[in-house]
């Protein structure tokens, strides 16, 4: 790390954060690669070859095409239900509700879908878009106004929520919506017009050898939207400062005139529309219906996946696809080596923990030398001049 | 300095690994027949289902000479990608366990019409055409458990017998419907207590559950409990034991599980099907299409062997075997829901 400039002239000051920026993404890679160190010990400690291990770990997540896009496929639900989460803990909530907000959304989705079964394409596509984001979105939206009324504090709600949901879709779709003879708790397909195309032909066309059958779709471009427009609300709109100055001192902000109420169901809304998104990969993009239990954890996934990524919209999209190469590789190593499924979430498991120790690690030395840097160049340039770091 | 090498020495171990392994990657035999079987949640090890197709999996394997894997899906789209990487890895014969699979394995038949594949369990549509390379394998479990549901009408002291059953789907009402049809054929007073353990895929793998739900049953007068779920019934033979009543298995011979206790076992010969439908396509005459197992083909039965022949006497046998070619004969209609 660089010694604290202390005549803080511009061009220092932007050289310095040029090489925080490339601690930054350092700091992950390396927590990465001791991470993988460890899961290889872990997996000689069993009597399995490491290498053997990590090449077909690797082999699963990138020999070829079809490969890379499965790991963006595996990344899209979980970048969604990240986003959710670090949204929220923007505003200083805990949304652990990510899992029944995507059920919703999906729900929802499916069943706008199901009531318009002539609309045309450009019409029902952000009809059903906007039905995910909303079901989600309303659905996370109870227990904010339960805290942001009565103070019922979201953990216990959210994780509530969770349980109502699943179970309310599960009845719907068993007792109403199932399609009819057959035992798959699903319901009908979509109509076609609601479907979301794959990505398959386009990379065809620009010689990228992707298979036909690859699930990747065109919601994995709307993932990347939604990081984008995590990071636009946040930053770029006053709405999103609230939501910050709220997560920072609720109290500071609501004598600073903040609507603290307001805000904090505002955010959880939002919070829950990026999870209800989840159903833009799911429904539109892969299965075109709604099966019951599809999730099996993508909303738990996402609290991971937000921490991992330290709550950033952008940090949740790198998280996310370390979590889509994870799993993905898990697959290729369940499939063709000995190594029991066990011992795969095992060093999934403790690939994750290393990585958030690593990387905290790391910014608490590049925090300690920041603070120290911050007081000298707050007298040169009068104010903060480098980016946020939580 | 310290830094340096704090950064440096995981990228040369990595590439250490990556370039270690393109060695080590085994060649792999072409001409050995390959089987993949793919398991339901659940997984290998739940003593019932999942292990009953896998039992007969490792009996082709003892009887010839072919190559097996077997893989769990941690995800429900792991489900399609599993298969599929299967196939691409050229494997002949590809099994899904559950009818979760029937959607998944349908797109992947079609996209490699030349390996085979099964389905256990499978979810027909209505005047489906399956292609050539893929069976849906049915089980009319409805048969099987009415005769179980008459073993349990007759030796019911209390006139209450129940049924506990996984996940709340159509495919385990079967179970339930042919249960009660049977113990009321056995004992037209009977009265049926039925509970499910869930209604997420999660409820075939709760012993804990099972348990809490059987000692409900047994607490209020029920002495005989048959369950369709799972693992989740692990919990059941417990508690059939721990409070001196009887159980009724499922899917395997679940007899020996708790001699004494278990009253017998709706077996569903998945074994005899995963092992009939690879010898097929060992000896090339494998066909695609629907396949029913019922009693007629022993499909489906009911399990006597040293552990319960204490607990059932020859007159019940008897009174079963009746009713069996009654089915058999179509004099008796067994509801399947």
Same mark, same amino acid.
């Given at each position: 790390?660089?010694?604290?400039?202390?005549?803080?002239?511009?061009?220092?000051?932007?050289?310095?954060?040029?090489?925080?920026?490339?601690?930054?993404?350092?700091? #992950?890679?390396?927590?990465?690669?001791?991470?993988?160190?460890?899961?290889?010990?872990?997996?000689?400690?069993?009597?399995?070859?490491?290498?053997?291990?990590?090449?077909?770990?690797?082999?699963?997540?990138?020999?070829?095409?079809?490969?890379?896009?499965?790991?963006?496929?595996?990344?899209?639900?979980?970048?969604?239900?990240?986003?959710?989460?670090?949204?929220?803990?923007?505003?200083?909530?805990?949304?652990?509700?990510?899992?029944?907000?995507?059920?919703?959304?999906?729900?929802?989705?499916?069943?706008?879908?199901?009531?318009?079964?002539?609309?045309?394409?450009?019409?029902?596509? =952000?009809?059903?878009?906007?039905?995910?984001?909303? *079901?989600?979105?309303?659905?996370?939206?109870?227990?904010?106004?339960?805290?942001?009324?009565?103070?019922?504090?979201?953990?216990?709600?959210?994780?509530?929520?969770?349980?109502?949901?699943?179970?309310?879709?599960?009845?719907?779709?068993?007792?109403?919506?199932?399609?009819?003879?057959?035992?798959? #708790?699903?319901?009908?397909?979509?109509?076609?017009?609601?479907?979301? =195309?794959?990505?398959?032909?386009?990379?065809?066309?620009?010689?990228?050898?992707?298979?036909?059958?690859? =699930?990747?779709?065109?919601?994995?471009?709307?993932?990347?939207?939604?990081?984008?427009?995590?990071?636009?609300?946040?930053?770029?709109?006053?709405?999103?400062?609230?939501?910050?100055?709220?997560?920072?001192?609720?109290?500071?902000?609501?004598?600073?005139?903040?609507?603290?109420?307001?805000?904090?169901?505002?955010?959880?809304?939002?919070?829950?529309?990026?999870?209800?998104?989840?159903?833009?990969?799911?429904?539109?993009?892969?299965?075109?219906?709604?099966?019951?239990?599809?999730?099996?954890?993508?909303?738990?996934?996402?609290?991971?996946?937000?921490?991992?990524?330290?709550?950033? #919209?952008? *940090?949740?999209?790198?998280?996310?696809?370390?979590?889509?190469?994870?799993?993905? *590789?898990?697959?290729?190593?369940?499939?063709?080596?000995?190594? =029991?499924?066990?011992?795969?979430?095992?060093?999934?498991?403790?690939?994750?923990?290393?990585?958030?120790?690593?990387?905290?690690?790391?910014?608490?030395?590049?925090?300690? *030398?920041?603070?120290?840097?911050?007081?000298?160049?707050?007298?040169?340039?009068?104010?903060?001049?480098?980016?946020?770091?939580? | 300095?310290?830094?340096?090498?704090?950064?440096?020495?995981? %990228?040369?171990?990595?590439?250490?690994?990556?370039?270690?392994?393109?060695?080590?990657?085994?060649?792999?035999?072409?001409?050995?027949?390959?089987?993949?079987?793919?398991?339901?949640?659940?997984?290998?090890?739940?003593?019932? /289902?999942?292990?009953?197709?896998?039992?007969?999996?490792?009996?082709?394997?003892?009887?010839?000479?072919?190559?097996?894997?077997?893989?769990?899906?941690?995800?429900?789209?792991?489900?399609?990608?599993?298969?599929?990487?299967?196939?691409?890895?050229? /494997?002949?014969?590809?099994?899904?366990?559950?009818?979760?699979?029937?959607?998944?394995?349908?797109?992947?038949?079609?996209?490699?019409?030349?390996?085979?594949?099964?389905?256990?369990?499978?979810?027909?549509?209505?005047?489906?055409?399956?292609?050539?390379?893929?069976?849906?394998?049915?089980?009319?479990?409805?048969?099987?458990?009415? %005769? !179980?549901?008459?073993?349990?009408?007759?030796?019911?002291?209390?006139?209450?017998?129940?049924?506990?059953?996984?996940?709340?789907?159509?495919?385990?009402?079967?179970?339930?419907?042919?249960?009660?049809?049977?113990?009321?054929?056995?004992?037209?007073?009977?009265?049926?207590?039925?509970?499910?353990?869930?209604?997420?895929?999660?409820?075939?793998?709760?012993?804990?559950?099972?348990?809490?739900?059987?000692?409900?049953?047994?607490?209020?007068?029920?002495?005989?409990?048959?369950?369709?779920?799972?693992?989740?019934?692990?919990? !059941?033979?417990?508690?059939?034991?721990?409070?001196?009543? /009887?159980?009724?298995?499922?899917?395997?011979?679940?007899?020996?599980?708790?001699?004494?206790? !278990?009253?017998?076992?709706?077996?569903?010969?998945?074994?005899?099907?995963?092992?009939?439908?690879?010898?097929?396509?060992? +000896?090339?005459?494998?066909?695609?299409?629907?396949?029913?197992?019922?009693?007629?083909?022993?499909? !489906?039965?009911?399990?006597?062997?040293?552990?319960?022949?204490?607990?059932?006497? +020859?007159?019940?046998?008897?009174?079963?075997?009746?009713?069996?070619?009654?089915?058999?004969?179509?004099?008796?209609?067994?509801?399947?829901?």
């Amino acid at each position: 790390m660089s010694s604290p400039g202390a005549s803080g002239t511009a061009t220092r000051v932007s050289r310095i954060a040029g090489t925080e920026r490339i601690v930054d993404v350092l700091a #992950p890679l390396v927590a990465v690669l001791a991470a993988f160190l460890v899961g290889g010990l872990v997996v000689a400690a069993i009597g399995e070859s490491p290498l053997r291990f990590y090449s077909t770990l690797f082999r699963g997540a990138f020999a070829n095409a079809d490969s890379v896009g499965l790991v963006l496929f595996n990344a899209t639900p979980l970048i969604f239900a990240g986003l959710a989460v670090a949204f929220a803990f923007r505003a200083g909530l805990f949304n652990i509700g990510g899992e029944g907000q995507l059920y919703i959304g999906s729900f929802v989705c499916t069943w706008v879908a199901l009531q318009l079964p002539g609309a045309p394409r450009v019409l029902l596509i =952000p009809v059903l878009i906007l039905a995910s984001a909303a *079901g989600g979105g309303l659905w996370a939206a109870i227990p904010g106004y339960l805290k942001a009324r009565l103070g019922v504090h979201e953990v216990i709600n959210t994780i509530m929520m969770n349980f109502i949901a699943v179970g309310l879709t599960s009845y719907l779709v068993i007792n109403i919506f199932k399609e009819a003879g057959q035992m798959t #708790p699903q319901t009908a397909t979509i109509p076609i017009a609601g479907e979301l =195309p794959r990505l398959a032909y386009f990379f065809q066309s620009l010689g990228v050898p992707l298979p036909a059958a690859n =699930p990747l779709n065109v919601s994995f471009l709307i993932a990347l939207a939604a990081v984008w427009l995590a990071w636009f609300i946040l930053h770029r709109t006053t709405l999103g400062y609230e939501i910050r100055a709220v997560g920072h001192n609720a109290s500071a902000a609501e004598c600073a005139g903040i609507n603290v109420r307001r805000t904090l169901v505002l955010a959880m809304l939002l919070s829950g529309a990026f999870a209800g998104l989840v159903a833009t990969n799911e429904v539109m993009g892969f299965r075109h219906r709604f099966l019951d239990n599809f999730s099996s954890g993508i909303g738990f996934m996402g609290i991971a996946v937000a921490l991992l990524g330290r709550n950033s #919209p952008f *940090g949740v999209l790198f998280a996310a696809l370390l979590f889509g190469v994870l799993n993905t *590789g898990a697959l290729e190593v369940d499939l063709f080596t000995d190594v =029991p499924r066990e011992l795969i979430l095992v060093v999934q498991a403790v690939t994750i923990i290393l990585v958030v120790v690593g990387n905290e690690i790391v910014r608490r030395r590049r925090e300690g *030398g920041a603070t120290s840097r911050r007081r000298s160049e707050a007298t040169a340039i009068g104010q903060d001049g480098s980016a946020e770091a939580s | 300095m310290r830094k340096l090498t704090f950064l440096v020495l995981p %990228l040369v171990l990595l590439s250490l690994v990556v370039t270690g392994c393109r060695q080590s990657t085994p060649s792999q035999d072409a001409d050995v027949f390959k089987v993949g079987m793919v398991f339901d949640v659940g997984g290998k090890g739940d003593k019932s /289902f999942n292990d009953s197709a896998y039992r007969g999996l490792l009996r082709v394997a003892d009887d010839f000479e072919i190559e097996h894997r077997e893989f769990e899906p941690g995800q429900d789209a792991d489900r399609e990608t599993g298969l599929r990487k299967l196939a691409q890895a050229g /494997f002949d014969v590809i099994i899904g366990v559950g009818f979760l699979f029937s959607d998944s394995i349908r797109s992947v038949a079609a996209d490699y019409p030349d390996v085979r594949f099964a389905c256990v369990d499978f979810d027909t549509r209505p005047n489906e055409q399956l292609p050539d390379n893929l069976v849906g394998l049915v089980f009319r479990e409805e048969e099987g458990s009415f %005769l !179980v549901g008459v073993v349990a009408g007759l030796k019911s002291k209390t006139g209450r017998v129940g049924f506990i059953g996984g996940m709340d789907v159509p495919l385990i009402h079967r179970f339930e419907a042919g249960y009660i049809a049977g113990a009321r054929y056995a004992n037209p007073a009977v009265s049926v207590t039925v509970g499910y353990a869930g209604s997420t895929p999660q409820a075939f793998a709760d012993p804990a559950k099972g348990k809490e739900l059987a000692m409900l049953q047994y607490g209020r007068g029920v002495d005989v409990i048959y369950h369709a779920s799972g693992n989740t019934g692990i919990g !059941v033979i417990e508690a059939a034991r721990e409070t001196g009543n /009887f159980a009724i298995g499922v899917d395997s011979n679940q007899n020996y599980m708790a001699p004494g206790y !278990v009253l017998t076992s709706m077996v569903k010969r998945v074994d005899n099907a995963v092992y009939a439908v690879v010898l097929e396509a060992l +000896e090339n005459r494998f066909e695609g299409g629907v396949e029913e197992l019922g009693l007629a083909e022993d499909g !489906v039965g009911y399990a006597m062997d040293d552990y319960n022949a204490g607990l059932i006497s +020859e007159d019940m046998v008897e009174m079963v075997e009746a009713a069996r070619m009654k089915i058999i004969a179509g004099e008796i209609d067994v509801p399947r829901e």
